[in-house]
């Protein structure tokens, strides 16, 4: 069955260095990889998309990659600050409906 | 914030109950997804609403189910609440077609539901 794996312990870093955040999957070929911020309480925010036949994306202090060959995607913040503590999703789109898994998330805290 | 609300935020059900939630979709957006997510999980498609129509659905049994009306605006019936129904209640709305995919979602703040 397909699975996305994603660090079930928090990141902890401090302020000013970069997070580095894993998704791996199994099972599935997606077309499209997500991901989102979620924020306690809160609904999930929508951050980037990356399509399958694009090695990187960029935008601001965000930096995604995927590998489809390593099946896993990494989700970089640089310059972290502590507002970016949250939990960020991991959401690959299989084809088909296209609709995205999401995997559990992973929390990350960025200490001041 | 996006443009999708959600009502209630918080509900308190008794199991075997019936519970009805309800979402505005963002304006011009005609694809509506309900999730479910239970406590450190991710959310869990539950369906998805195309122009009034169930567009795709997950591994939940018949006793969710759901509604799209023609400005877009959807709902979620759960039959029969058990415990483990007890939940964030996610609704998503998205400008495309059928291809949510490739396009971002935007969430609504969500609604917690409970059931004792």
């Known amino acids: 069955s397909q699975k996305i794996e994603q660090n079930s312990e928090a990141l902890n870093i401090q302020e000013g260095k970069t997070a580095t955040l894993t998704c791996n999957y199994t099972?599935?070929?997606?077309?499209?990889l997500q991901w989102y911020r979620q924020d306690p309480g809160r609904g999930p925010v929508f951050l980037l998309l990356i399509r399958e036949n694009e090695k990187e994306k960029r935008k601001e202090r965000l930096k995604v990659t995927f590998d489809t060959t390593l099946k896993q995607s990494l989700f970089h913040i640089t310059a972290s600050q502590p507002a970016d503590s949250a939990t960020y999703l991991c959401a690959p789109s299989s084809g088909g409906s296209y609709i995205p898994t999401f995997g559990r998330g992973t929390s990350l805290i960025v200490h001041p | 914030e996006t443009g999708v609300t959600q009502s209630p935020t918080h509900l308190i059900k008794t199991r075997g109950q019936q519970v009805t939630l309800r979402c505005s979709s963002q304006s011009g957006h005609n694809t509506v997804s309900w999730y479910q997510q239970a406590l450190g999980q991710g959310p869990q498609f539950i369906f998805q609403?195309?122009?009034?129509?169930?567009?795709g659905r997950g591994n939940f049994p018949p006793r969710f189910s759901g509604l799209q009306f023609p400005n877009y605006s959807s709902e979620l019936n759960v039959n029969a609440l058990e415990l483990d129904d007890s939940a964030l209640y996610l609704c998503a709305s998205s400008p495309s077609a059928t291809k949510q995919g490739n396009t971002e979602a935007f969430f609504g703040q969500g609604t917690r539901l409970t059931v004792v």
């Open positions: 099972n599935y070929s997606p077309a499209y």
């Open positions: 609403y195309y122009r009034e129509e169930e567009n």
